[in-house]
């Protein structure tokens, strides 16, 4: 077997780490959708981030009173906390897309929906007022954000903002001394096995060096340093034309089953030498709100019978070696990309650690399960590494908070598109790519 073939003689023995996951606040215990209520989801995040932010306030303006939206007094300078809503001309309508879809006119959906007459609104349990001024730009905010506001109220009834308070990156868990030894976690995502737009020789080469099957000496030792793996989600690509049918054929049948089976033999060749943790994505099957939940392990009888194969939430958070990872298969960022502006996605990411929530646009405009005593996509402890899948290119950024938090962003191109994994260093966050190119000679 192979497991036997990696630390064997002859072969550069595995170095070894600690895992914990920390994905319970993912897990949804008892699906149920009776009753249950979006607004029960807002008011948990509200009472969360505003007991945090009321926290905040005394060393941000301590002179200034705190009031409820109710309670504004015409002209007089104080400071609100609540809820931002965007309110925006071109989001889509349930309506509308029902009523373009039963007409002849062919539909086209913007690839973004900002318009120059989106205004912001705020709310808390009391009320609800309109935002103006130059301070808060709705190109930046989304709906679902909780801040503190300093103003005052307008003649004509706006709250015009001076100044707002954000949350601020969460605190961080002390990084643990480094011990000398370099350890490294490998990152890939939309491998899309199954894909005719991906070449399987690629994802052959890259499990052949992560597994220290590939190339001299020292890339065995690198190799070797490779102490975890994870799939950030859109691990297979399923013919959507089949899903569709009631009565499936029997080849229809294997064409739906045969990338999974592919899969699962991929992934016991990793799973034989190395631990790695599979995280659903869009594109796979797994339920479409967040937090996606595990890929149920029937789907692969021959990895999941290695103790080392781990199927994960989206999002999934946990420990190695004391050094914290969290990260998604890339539905938030793609969200915030929808509905608001940045320079680039590793801004976005910052963003979410920033307001401290991981998808502020659920359940808004992003599929989200209704919970209704809390709100699992709060980030309470800063990590050190947080990572979105399946986006168009690597991209990593180094932030530094105001009480000495570092956090590394990564953003892991789709590697069925490009070829490319990403090598973090746990100790010392520094980060690397993996390329691997595949070419068929005529």
């Given at each position: 077997?192979?497991?036997?073939?990696?630390?064997?003689?002859?072969?550069?023995?595995?170095?070894?780490?600690?895992?914990?996951?920390?994905?319970?606040?993912?897990?949804?215990?008892?699906e149920?959708?009776?009753?249950?209520?979006?607004?029960?989801?807002?008011?948990?995040?509200?009472h969360?981030?505003?007991?945090?932010i009321?926290?905040?306030?005394?060393?941000?303006?301590?002179?200034?009173?705190?009031?409820?939206?109710?309670?504004?007094?015409?002209?007089?300078?104080?400071?609100?906390?609540?809820?931002?809503?965007?309110?925006?001309?071109?989001?889509?309508?349930?309506?509308?897309?029902?009523?373009?879809?039963?007409?002849?006119?062919?539909?086209?959906?913007?690839?973004?929906?900002?318009?120059?007459?989106?205004?912001?609104?705020?709310?808390?349990?009391?009320?609800?007022?309109?935002?103006?001024?130059?301070?808060l730009?709705?190109?930046?905010?989304?709906?679902?954000?909780?801040?503190?506001?300093?103003?005052?109220?307008?003649?004509?009834?706006?709250?015009?903002?001076?100044?707002?308070?954000?949350?601020?990156?969460?605190?961080?868990?002390?990084?643990?001394?480094?011990?000398?030894?370099?350890?490294?976690?490998?990152?890939?995502?939309?491998?899309?096995?199954?894909?005719?737009?991906?070449?399987?020789?690629?994802?052959?080469?890259?499990?052949?060096?992560?597994?220290?099957?590939?190339?001299?000496?020292?890339?065995?030792?690198?190799?070797?340093?490779?102490?975890?793996?994870?799939?950030?989600?859109?691990?297979?690509?399923?013919?959507?034309?089949?899903?569709?049918?009631?009565?499936?054929?029997?080849?229809?049948?294997?064409?739906?089953?045969?990338?999974?089976?592919?899969?699962?033999?991929?992934?016991?060749?990793?799973a034989?030498?190395?631990?790695?943790?599979?995280?659903?994505?869009?594109?796979?099957?797994?339920?479409?709100?967040?937090?996606q939940?595990?890929?149920?392990?029937?789907?692969?009888?021959?990895?999941?019978?290695y103790?080392?194969?781990?199927s994960?939430?989206?999002?999934?958070?946990?420990?190695?070696?004391g050094?914290r990872?969290?990260?998604?298969?890339?539905?938030?960022?793609?969200?915030?990309q929808?509905?608001?502006?940045?320079?680039?996605?590793?801004?976005?990411?910052?963003?979410?650690?920033?307001?401290?929530?991981?998808?502020?646009?659920?359940?808004?405009?992003?599929?989200?399960?209704?919970?209704?005593?809390?709100?699992?996509?709060?980030?309470?402890?800063?990590?050190?590494?947080?990572?979105?899948?399946?986006?168009?290119?690597?991209?990593?950024?180094?932030?530094?908070?105001?009480e000495?938090?570092?956090?590394?962003?990564?953003?892991?191109?789709?590697?069925?598109?490009?070829?490319?994994?990403?090598?973090?260093?746990?100790?010392?966050?520094?980060?690397?790519?993996?390329?691997?190119?595949?070419?068929?000679?005529?």
């Amino acid at each position: 077997m192979a497991a036997m073939e990696i630390d064997s003689p002859g072969k550069i023995p595995r170095k070894q780490s600690s895992y914990r996951p920390l994905d319970e606040a993912f897990q949804i215990r008892k699906e149920t959708y009776g009753g249950q209520q979006y607004s029960q989801m807002y008011f948990a995040r509200l009472h969360m981030m505003r007991t945090l932010i009321y926290s905040l306030v005394p060393t941000w303006k301590p002179h200034v009173p705190v009031c409820n939206i109710l309670g504004i007094e015409k002209g007089k300078e104080c400071i609100i906390v609540g809820t931002l809503y965007k309110h925006m001309k071109l989001k889509p309508s349930i309506l509308d897309e029902y009523s373009k879809e039963r007409s002849a006119t062919p539909i086209v959906r913007p690839h973004n929906f900002m318009h120059q007459d989106d205004y912001l609104i705020f709310e808390d349990e009391s009320g609800r007022v309109k935002l103006g001024g130059s301070v808060l730009t709705p190109s930046v905010y989304v709906t679902g954000i909780v801040v503190a506001l300093l103003g005052r109220e307008t003649g004509n009834g706006d709250f015009h903002v001076e100044d707002v308070l954000e949350a601020g990156l969460p605190p961080q868990l002390e990084m643990p001394l480094k011990s000398g030894a370099d350890k490294y976690v490998v990152l890939v995502s939309g491998v899309n096995v199954g894909s005719g737009a991906s070449n399987p020789l690629e994802f052959q080469l890259f499990i052949d060096h992560i597994t220290g099957h590939l190339g001299d000496k020292k890339a065995q030792e690198m190799a070797a340093k490779i102490v975890h793996l994870v799939i950030a989600g859109n691990s297979v690509e399923i013919p959507r034309e089949l899903l569709n049918k009631q009565n499936l054929a029997s080849t229809d049948q294997s064409r739906l089953s045969e990338p999974i089976k592919e899969l699962d033999m991929m992934l016991t060749q990793i799973a034989a030498g190395l631990p790695l943790d599979i995280m659903p994505g869009p594109n796979d099957p797994a339920n479409f709100s967040l937090p996606q939940m595990p890929l149920h392990t029937c789907l692969f009888p021959s990895s999941a019978a290695y103790n080392t194969f781990r199927s994960c939430p989206n999002p999934h958070c946990f420990d190695l070696d004391g050094v914290r990872f969290l990260g998604t298969s890339g539905q938030n960022i793609h969200d915030l990309q929808k509905y608001s502006e940045a320079k680039d996605k590793l801004e976005f990411m910052e963003r979410t650690l920033r307001w401290r929530h991981l998808a502020p646009t659920a359940p808004n405009t992003l599929g989200c399960y209704p919970f209704t005593d809390r709100d699992p996509f709060l980030v309470e402890s800063c990590p050190h590494v947080y990572f979105v899948g399946n986006q168009d290119r690597y991209e990593t950024r180094l932030i530094k908070g105001s009480e000495g938090q570092l956090v590394r962003l990564i953003c892991i191109p789709k590697f069925g598109e490009t070829g490319v994994a990403v090598m973090v260093n746990a100790s010392n966050l520094e980060c690397s790519i993996l390329s691997f190119e595949a070419r068929f000679s005529s």
